[in-house]
């Protein structure tokens, strides 16, 4: 966590997008869990989810960045 304030306070954007979970990651750690339920009942994927994940993700970090990112020095 400490990364995560350390990189919004300098307003690193690089530093705070390699912070994120890979898709890898994503399909080894989170899919296998979530694959058993409603969602992967649906039919969705896991590239899939993870590429609306992802996009919802960006627009999250866009608003998080402006409205708590620090001085950026």
């Keep these: 966590m ?12 690089r530093a705070l997008k390699a912070l994120a979970i890979t898709k890898s990651d994503f399909k080894k ?4 869990r979530l694959s058993h339920t409603v ?3 649906l ?3 896991a590239d899939a989810l993870y590429a609306m ?3 919802e993700s960006e627009i999250g970090f866009a608003l998080t960045l402006k409205e708590y990112g620090g001085s950026g020095t």
């Excluded at 400490?2 to 954007?13: K, N, P, S």
């Excluded at 750690?29 to 296998?32: D, E, G, K, L, Q």
């Design 53 to 55: 994940s992802a996009r």
């Design 39 to 41: 969602v992967g009942k």
């Design 2 to 13: 400490q990364q995560v304030f350390d990189a919004l306070d300098r307003r690193d954007e």
């Design 29 to 32: 750690f989170i899919w296998p």
């Design 43 to 45: 039919g969705v994927k």
